[in-house]
């Protein structure tokens, strides 16, 4: 079972089922600091998984107390909770995973790292980022990186940028009549991929080239995972160990 959320702060405006409607208050979302986005967002997680918690315990929590599908509480396994994240979706989803017990293993796709999650986690942890210049990601990973005490594997995607690992990889090249981006800036934030190849890749770079580690929480019995006709994109270049293609870990 797949379950997303979103934080409702930045967003125009957020109608909740009691009513009331967040309006976006621009100037308090700019004077946030790192430590404070990083709060509310792994706040946001805790409740999602209290309320999955309710839910496996028979408990129905919706808020207009709508009955919800049957056996759905009893599909839920939460001993086997995984958690991933883009950029501050990445930093919400390792410090999750430092802070909630619940969370049993994480991955973060470009994203940095903050708070106390830099003292280290001892569930398995996957960092996977854009092959670029970016010196201080790199050092929030490599600090990161002796403090790890469990699975654990790093790797940068060549051609890829940091808004690769999103939707903007298919969007952004659609709406180049209306917002007119430089190539430059494009570049940047697409890499040099093509975007419509490169678009479908990291929801499936989550099955390490290496046999599964022994601890591997997530890992069920049962056969192996569906592989991707995807072809060839680019070179992956693991931080430790050797290179592999796009085609070997999907």
């Known amino acids: 079972m797949t379950i997303s959320h979103h934080r409702a702060r930045p967003a125009g405006e957020v109608a909740f089922p009691d009513g009331r409607l967040e309006v976006r208050n621009t100037p308090a979302v700019h004077a946030m600091t790192d430590a404070d986005i990083i709060a509310y967002r792994t706040a946001d997680t805790r409740l999602v998984l209290d309320r999955l918690t309710d839910l496996a315990a028979g408990v129905d929590p919706d808020a207009d107390g709508r009955p919800l599908p049957g056996g759905l509480g009893a599909a839920l396994d939460l001993t086997a909770v995984g958690m991933f994240g883009h950029s501050m979706g990445g930093a919400t989803t390792v410090q999750t995973l430092h802070d ?3 969370v049993r293993a994480g ?28 010196p201080e990601r790199d050092a ?7 403090r790890l005490g469990s699975w654990r594997r790093q790797v940068a995607l060549a051609h890829f940028g940091h808004l690769t690992f999103s939707d903007f990889a298919l969007l ?30 990291p929801d ?10 022994p ?25 430790y160990g050797r290179s592999w293609t796009a085609r070997d870990i999907v």
Request: charged residues 25%; positive net charge.
């Open 107 to 134: 991955a973060t796709l470009d994203g940095p790292v903050f708070g106390t999650a830099t003292d280290g986690i001892d569930r398995p942890l996957l960092l996977r980022g854009a092959d670029d210049v970016h």
């Open 172 to 201: 952004l090249p659609q709406a180049q009549p209306v917002v007119a981006w430089p190539a430059d800036r494009l570049e940047h934030f697409l890499g040099t991929g093509d975007g419509g190849r490169t678009a479908g890749v």
């Open 140 to 146: 929030m990973w490599d600090a990161l990186w002796p």
């Open 100 to 102: 909630d017990p619940r």
């Open 204 to 213: 499936r770079l989550f099955r390490p080239p290496a046999p599964p580690p």
């Open 215 to 239: 601890d591997r929480p997530l890992r069920r019995p049962g056969g192996p995972l569906p592989r991707s006709p995807l072809p060839p994109l680019s070179r992956a270049r693991p931080r």
